[in-house]
């Protein structure tokens, strides 16, 4: 594995680290989707995404549209670490006069696209997009929007799938964040999601799937997502929700709860060795 | 008598049109002027007049299908690049189905989409109360940031929709289905946040909108013929509402009936009465859909049935003032 890759771990995890400072300063948001999105983000944000942090409103940018709100603490994280803003912020999360609220409010914070919370809209603001850069012949910017599995029991979503599909909106790539649980259980338990591929196929979208919690394999699918032309595509990322923190791994219950401070310097070590696999220099 | 530097003289002869008529004919001129001005519609591009839009610039129209909280999200994103989206459906469906799409995704994500919704009030007629849009004004009226524009005649939408595609905020606009009286002509003013006194009066303020402005002045000249002198102020916005031509109007007459084809709680007249109760407590009375749905009839049948037509308006003002 390249020294490159190795560096995007790196990066990821020291993501996590503050997520879980964050959530555990705030005393309230959710833990596992943002965790379990780490290595995603950092794909998006440090390879895949034309960016500049000190442009925000550059007009050739690539659109990220953040659909399933709160998972934000993970963009907040990662938009800090790629330099929209200090790091030091992050801890004013959910707090009264912060730009980091609770769920993303596009006026607030600029780097963000779209204020959401509310499931099921990304997509479709995902094609308003792409139909506007289509009338203006913009070419080479793309979207991407990132879905909760749980979020597409919204009929919403369907609705977005079939316009997408109808007027071949290529330039958006979707990018399903399969962990498999939602607030009130595992998905296949609180409303049955699979055949997944085959309902997005059947929906005339082009189908990939990934490990999305490596990074490499994340970088390499979405490169291949855009040489795509003629059909939206989506990108299943089967990741594991409470990633990097073996109590909360594939726990639901960890869906909308922080950790406390106990379980957050627990949290933390392990992060910080890699589950024991290096020394912290803080410890 | 009736105020003809802002209005035609009701006993000429009155053009009969549909509001939404002046709604498509007012989106192609706005398309003309800028080329951002875009439009999608959900399976009803006829109903709403969009078609004339359509045919006139098909790469800038979409069509989105049964599907009213895609509309107004791809009208979102359509917005977030600068495009000037017009969204049309039947008010029931849009904003009636989406409210939730429109708040988080328009409102507070403050993108200037154009929420048409047309076919609203009981002047639907047959198709009955499920299609029959009377709590519109309300829902739209308590979302920040949202303009909510109710033309009173098809000359005024057309007006409207203009003014619509020049202002940086997101907008709602009420259309009706029925034929309705032309009252307007071109010369008449239309500014979105601004009330008109399309007649003067002294005894009592009638506050209408919609196609029941016209019923009013028809009331009014009514009225006058037995010595009541009414004025009748059209509320093309309602919100944001035109506080300092409604209260010097009511400061004058100190007596207030408002006029829709709205529910009456959360329209027209619950603006009215917030505004009147903190600056100016009038005696009011509303008239409109009293927490009911319609339901299927005649057009014109529907207007006397739910006493909100002249002749229910006369009886009011006379009740009133006795």
New interface residues.
């Given amino acids: 594995m390249s020294l490159y890759i190795e560096n995007l771990k790196l990066k990821a995890d020291a993501i996590r680290q503050d997520i879980i400072k964050m959530l555990e300063h705030a005393g309230s948001g959710h833990s596992a989707g943002p965790l379990g999105l780490a290595d995603i983000f950092t794909a998006l944000y440090f390879n895949i995404l034309k960016h500049d942090p000190k442009k925000p409103d550059w007009n050739e940018r690539d659109i990220l549209l953040l659909s399933n709100g709160h998972c934000v603490p993970v963009r907040y994280a990662t938009m800090a670490h790629a330099g929209y803003f200090d790091v030091k912020e992050l801890l004013t999360l959910r707090q009264l006069g912060s730009r980091l609220q609770g769920h993303p409010?596009?006026?607030r914070l600029p780097g963000l696209?779209?204020?959401?919370?509310?499931l099921?809209?990304g997509l479709?603001?995902?094609?308003?997009?792409?139909?506007?850069?289509r009338?203006?012949k913009v070419k080479g910017r793309y979207i991407y929007v990132i879905m909760g599995d749980g979020e597409t029991d919204e009929?919403?979503v369907w609705?977005?799938a079939?316009?997408a599909s109808k007027?071949k909106l290529s330039n958006i790539i979707a990018i399903l964040d399969r962990n498999n649980i939602q607030i009130d259980g595992p998905t296949e338990e609180v409303m049955p999601l699979e055949n997944v591929v085959a309902k997005w196929q059947s929906f005339g979208w082009k189908v990939l799937e990934t490990d999305g919690n490596n990074i490499e394999e994340v970088i390499n699918a979405l490169n291949f997502a855009k040489s795509i032309e003629n059909s939206p595509v989506i990108l299943i990322a089967h990741t594991i929700p409470g990633k990097g923190v073996d109590f909360m791994e594939n726990d639901y219950h960890w869906h909308g709860t922080p950790p406390n401070a106990e379980q957050a310097k627990i949290a933390l070590k392990e992060l910080r060795t890699l589950r024991g696999k290096i020394r912290s220099e803080s410890e | 008598m009736t105020n003809i530097r802002l209005i035609k003289k009701l006993d000429s002869d009155i053009l009969f049109e549909p509001i939404r008529e002046g709604f498509g004919k007012g989106l192609v001129s706005a398309g003309k002027t800028n080329p951002q001005v875009v439009a999608a519609c959900a399976d009803l591009t006829d109903s709403t007049k969009m078609s004339l839009f359509k045919s006139e610039f098909p790469d800038r129209f979409f069509e989105i299908g049964v599907a009213e909280q895609n509309l107004v999200t791809v009208g979102s994103g359509l917005a977030a690049m600068g495009k000037i989206p017009f969204v049309s459906s039947y008010a029931a469906f849009s904003p009636g189905r989406n409210w939730e799409q429109i708040r988080t995704t328009i409102c507070l994500n403050d993108q200037p989409v154009k929420i048409v919704g047309s076919h609203a009030g009981v002047s639907v007629g047959p198709d009955g109360a499920t299609h029959q849009m009377l709590e519109d004004i309300a829902l739209m009226r308590v979302l920040p940031n949202m303009v909510v524009i109710v033309p009173c005649d098809s000359l005024q939408a057309e007006k409207a929709t203009q003014a619509m595609a020049n202002d940086s905020r997101p907008n709602y606009l009420r259309l009706a289905r029925e034929a309705t009286a032309v009252i307007t002509n071109e010369q008449t003013p239309f500014e979105i946040g601004k009330s008109y006194v399309y007649r003067e009066g002294k005894d009592l303020t009638i506050f209408a909108c919609g196609s029941l402005v016209y019923e009013s002045l028809v009331a009014a000249e009514v009225l006058e013929s037995e010595g009541i002198s009414v004025e009748v102020v059209n509320v093309a916005t309602i919100k944001p509402l035109d506080q300092k031509t409604i209260l010097s109007s009511v400061s004058k007459t100190r007596l207030v009936i408002t006029v829709e084809e709205a529910q009456i709680n959360g329209g027209l007249g619950g603006a009215i009465s917030e505004l009147l109760s903190e600056h100016l407590p009038t005696r009011i009375h509303r008239i409109g859909m009293q927490d009911r749905f319609g339901e299927s009839g005649e057009a014109s049948e529907l207007i006397k049935y739910f006493h909100l037509d002249s002749n229910s308006i006369v009886s009011s003002v006379k009740e009133l003032l006795n």
């Fill in positions: 409010e596009r006026l696209e779209n204020t959401s919370g509310p099921g809209c479709s603001q995902a094609a308003g997009m792409s139909l506007a850069m009338l203006d009929g919403n609705e977005a079939m316009l007027y």
